[in-house]
Structure formats: structure tokens, C-alpha cells
């Protein structure tokens, strides 16, 4: 009888993208999902609409996406990065309506945000949702405005909450992938969240 662990019996990780459409045209953040096999994209903005590029607003997006065959969902009042509770906020106060999306990386307490009943049950529907199009052989990806990663929400509240063992609020074992603009598929590190910290640092479960 063989010693040696058979690991094939071990889950397989689950494989989750992020997306951030930035300037991006139509076409380019189409061909960016297709090269990577997206067969779902989550929007988790807080506010779906862009004022400069329009055709990322909710309506437009959704409609292109679907003449494609990419299904979209919206996850913003689950997963978005500016929650509407003042007391997760560091100053415990909502900031300005003017405030920088930046800032928001300084502001808001998301650790905190990850222990809310709504953000756990938007993450355990996003991670069902992946498991379904991965048994069909598709892939999710969740998608934010901002282009850089390390600047936005998608990566210091979502990632972190998946995949740093300090803060992780699900037990399964999921993989990040980071796709820039440029097409490549960037593997988050779980110690990243060690080596560094941000800059400073209608309820209703999507596709049912």
C-alpha cells in the first residue's frame, strides 16, 4: 500500500477573475473577456454608470454583453466598495457625495464590511456562481471601473476576503486572477495582503 498522499483526491481551487474597464472601448473589454473564457461577468460597482464612458452603464453593458454570449449580473449592493452604512467608515460618518473613488481606499473599514450578513451572502452566491460555470467550463469574472487592481475595492475588500488567511470569510480554496488591460492574467499572492495595505488602507441576490 502506497505512503504517498493522493492528492488528486483534493478540491480543486476555484478560479475567480477580476476586471477593471478603465477607457477601455467596447470591443477591446469584449475581446479581453473572450481570450480569458468569461462566461459571466459580476458587476460590483456600487454605481453602475460611467459619466465618460457610457458604454459601461448598466443598461448599455448588459444588452452588449448579451447579444455576445456573456451573461451579466449586477452585485453592486452586495459587493460594491462604497457601502452606505456610516459605521463602516473609519470617521463613522458617509462621506461626500464628491468624494475621489481613490479615497474611498482610505475610508471605508473593510474588514468590518466583510463580517456584514449581505456582503457573506453576496460572496457565497458569487463563489455558487462560479462553481456552476465552471462545471459547464465557462469562467466568472467580477468587474470594477477602475483599471489598476491595487487601487480598487475588487482587490482590497473581494480578494482579501477570499484569499488571506487572516481575514478569509469562506473555507474554500479559491484562486484570483487579475486581468490587465494589456491581456495578461495577473495570480494573486495571498502575502501580498502581509507585505502591504491600501494607499492609506435593493437587496436581492443577483440571477435569481
Request: hydrophobic fraction near 35%.
Amino acid at each position: 500500500m502506497s505512503l504517498i498522499p493522493n492528492h488528486s483526491d483534493e478540491p480543486k481551487p476555484l478560479t475567480l477573475f477580476t476586471i477593471g474597464h478603465g477607457n477601455l472601448s467596447a470591443d477591446d473589454f469584449l475581446q479581453l473577456l473572450q481570450q480569458h473564457h468569461i462566461t459571466v461577468l459580476v458587476d460590483v460597482r456600487s454605481a453602475p454608470y460611467s459619466r465618460y464612458v457610457p458604454h459601461f452603464n448598466k443598461r448599455e453593458l448588459e444588452a452588449f454583453l448579451k447579444e455576445r454570449g456573456v451573461d451579466y449580473r449586477f452585485a453592486g449592493e452586495y459587493l460594491g466598495g462604497r457601502p452606505t452604512h456610516p459605521e463602516l467608515y473609519k470617521q463613522s460618518q458617509l462621506p461626500d457625495e464628491d468624494t475621489e473613488r481613490a479615497k474611498f481606499l482610505k475610508l471605508v473599514d473593510y474588514e468590518a464590511v466583510m463580517q456584514r450578513d449581505w456582503y457573506l451572502k453576496g460572496i457565497h452566491r458569487l463563489l455558487d456562481i462560479v462553481r456552476e460555470e465552471a462545471a459547464k467550463g465557462g469562467s466568472v469574472a467580477i468587474m470594477c471601473s477602475e483599471s489598476n487592481p491595487e487601487e480598487c475595492h475588487r482587490h482590497h475588500l473581494i480578494t482579501r476576503s477570499l484569499i488571506d488567511p487572516r481575514v478569509k470569510v469562506v473555507d474554500t480554496q479559491v484562486q484570483i486572477k487579475h486581468l490587465l488591460k494589456h491581456g495578461t492574467a495577473q495570480t494573486v499572492d495571498p502575502a501580498v495582503f502581509e507585505r502591504s495595505a491600501p494607499s492609506a488602507q435593493q437587496l436581492s441576490l443577483w440571477g435569481e
